[in-house]
């Protein structure tokens, strides 16, 4: 800061040729024009905007962790499926997420309304139901994952974004 920038507190007004005023005691006339001011005004810096997320949120304590992809059941292999653990230490409701066979497109599962819970592990199955891993399937007659090509399974979360996948 410059001692001209300082200055104003010790400004001596010039007289001016105005009509005097009648004012308070203790009071004088300001002068005819504004002094500059001792500081700058604060500039307030914002943080760069940011880029909105991608789409993929992978990370997630729900993850794919297994694909058995060569079942055994002659020709459907309906017994193929995807085990899903929950790592986390919280409850997941998991209604309205998607898990998908990414590589060919189809098919998907939509779950219903569950909770899976910290550590507990669910599948889905190709055509089979189990309760004791959930219930969950494709409900598709014939093999969703293929034993020779590699495939790629993803979990989508109900708003879309990626949470898992897992390839073989």
Same mark, same amino acid.
């Given at each position: 800061?410059?001692? %001209?920038?300082?200055?104003?507190?010790?400004?001596?007004?010039?007289?001016?040729?105005?009509?005097?005023?009648?004012?308070?005691?203790?009071?004088?006339?300001?002068?005819?024009? $504004?002094? =500059?001011?001792?500081?700058? =005004?604060?500039?307030?810096?914002?943080?760069?905007?940011?880029?909105?997320?991608?789409?993929?949120? #992978?990370?997630?304590?729900?993850?794919?962790?297994?694909?058995?992809?060569?079942?055994?059941?002659?020709?459907?292999? =309906?017994? %193929?499926? &995807?085990?899903?653990?929950?790592?986390? *230490?919280?409850?997941?409701? &998991?209604?309205?997420? &998607? #898990?998908?066979?990414?590589?060919?497109? *189809?098919?998907?599962?939509?779950?219903?309304?569950?909770? #899976?819970?910290?550590?507990?592990?669910?599948?889905?199955?190709?055509?089979?139901?189990?309760? %004791?891993?959930?219930?969950?399937?494709?409900?598709?007659?014939?093999?969703?994952?293929?034993?020779?090509?590699?495939? $790629?399974?993803? #979990?989508?979360? =109900? %708003?879309?974004?990626? &949470?898992?996948?897992?390839?073989?």
């Amino acid at each position: 800061m410059s001692d %001209e920038d300082n200055a104003t507190s010790t400004t001596t007004v010039a007289p001016t040729t105005q009509a005097p005023t009648t004012s308070a005691p203790n009071t004088t006339i300001p002068p005819t024009t $504004t002094p =500059a001011p001792t500081t700058q =005004a604060p500039t307030t810096t914002t943080a760069p905007t940011t880029t909105p997320a991608p789409t993929v949120t #992978l990370g997630s304590d729900v993850r794919i962790v297994r694909i058995f992809y060569d079942g055994k059941v002659y020709r459907t292999e =309906a017994d %193929e499926y &995807i085990e899903i653990k929950n790592y986390g *230490s919280v409850s997941q409701n &998991i209604k309205g997420w &998607i #898990l998908k066979d990414i590589s060919d497109g *189809s098919p998907s599962f939509t779950f219903p309304n569950y909770i #899976l819970e910290p550590g507990k592990v669910i599948r889905v199955y190709t055509n089979e139901v189990h309760p %004791e891993w959930g219930g969950f399937s494709f409900g598709y007659g014939r093999a969703v994952w293929n034993n020779k090509d590699p495939d $790629t399974a993803a #979990l989508y979360d =109900a %708003e879309g974004k990626m &949470i898992s996948q897992k390839s073989y």
